[in-house]
């Protein structure tokens, strides 16, 4: 699912709601446009590197205003049912996180019908091996690197963390990775059930290993788990709840927050500043960051 193309039917307070309908009829924007807008410029923008050949292999990296050295970083993979999404409609994500002291790397990566799995977690694989040969010149602490992600982002996120073959092939270890933020993420969602999916995974033929449920051991990183209870398009209970429980059979350290009053949608738009009433998303995704650095 798309965060621009939902944020328009998002309910908002009334006086938010009429600032942003204001902003947005005298600008031609969406919602989301409005949002990035309305978000400081805590941060230091270096847009569009190239991590590998195709044109969707670009990525922007946030920097924190003071530019520390030695600061965690986060690659950041929005979501969008594997069909669609562009990195330029995250600069609240990466303001959130640079102006807690927090490199953000936000990458594109190619989308269906162009590829179809594994392609794109191949291309995240590359974006991470970027970012682990590149970020010290940002400021960056390669030790310190985390990997994150929304609904369909949270899973490549996900199958980075956990299953071994995609960093493997850029010649790294998940153990390398000091933790996963994951946010409304598909983790077990077999047989599939949305009719946009199916053909992504090749349904009914997807492998049982595709499923990021499937590759948790004891050696997975240190996991924080953010969900909406109402989630009406990835369920809570069926993926963020039974990840969770696999996790702590195997010993795994992970924490789980679940929000009322949000949706699959809110939930992320919650890490924008003129919507954090909404739930303390941003907070507990930097204070994970910042406790585990």
């Not at 970083?73 to 999404?85: K, L, R």
């Amino acid at each position: 699912m798309n965060l621009p193309l939902v944020l328009r039917s998002v309910r908002f307070p009334a006086f938010t709601l009429l600032k942003l309908a204001i902003i947005g009829l005298l600008s031609g924007c969406s919602v989301t446009d409005v949002i990035n807008r309305l978000t400081p410029s805590d941060y230091v923008k270096t847009a569009d590197i190239a991590y590998g050949e195709n044109p969707r292999m670009r990525l922007d990296v946030y920097q924190p205003l003071s530019k520390p050295a030695h600061a965690p970083a986060v690659v950041f993979f929005y979501g969008g049912s594997w069909n669609s999404g562009d990195r330029k409609d995250y600069v609240f994500v990466g303001e959130a996180l640079a102006a807690r002291g927090i490199i953000a790397v936000i990458a594109d990566y190619r989308l269906y019908p162009e590829v179809r799995y594994p392609g794109f977690l191949q291309d995240c694989a590359t974006a991470m091996a970027w970012t682990f040969r590149n970020i010290a010149a940002y400021g960056g602490d390669t030790q310190r690197i985390f990997v994150a992600g929304h609904s369909a982002g949270a899973y490549n996120a996900a199958m980075l963390a956990y299953d071994p073959r995609w960093l493997g092939a850029q010649g790294l270890k998940p153990q390398q990775l000091r933790g996963f933020i994951g946010l409304a993420g598909p983790y077990n969602f077999l047989p599939i059930e949305t009719e946009a999916v199916k053909p992504v995974f090749d349904f009914p033929n997807t492998p049982a290993d595709s499923q990021p449920i499937a590759h948790v051991s004891h050696d997975a990183p240190k996991t924080l788990l953010i969900a909406a209870k109402d989630d009406t398009y990835v369920f809570t209970e069926r993926n963020t709840q039974k990840l969770a429980a696999k996790l702590r059979e195997a010993g795994v350290d992970v924490q789980v927050k679940v929000h009322s009053g949000v949706s699959h949608i809110t939930l992320l738009g919650a890490v924008a500043k003129p919507l954090r009433f909404l739930a303390p998303v941003e907070q507990e995704f930097t204070d994970f960051v910042l406790k585990n650095d």
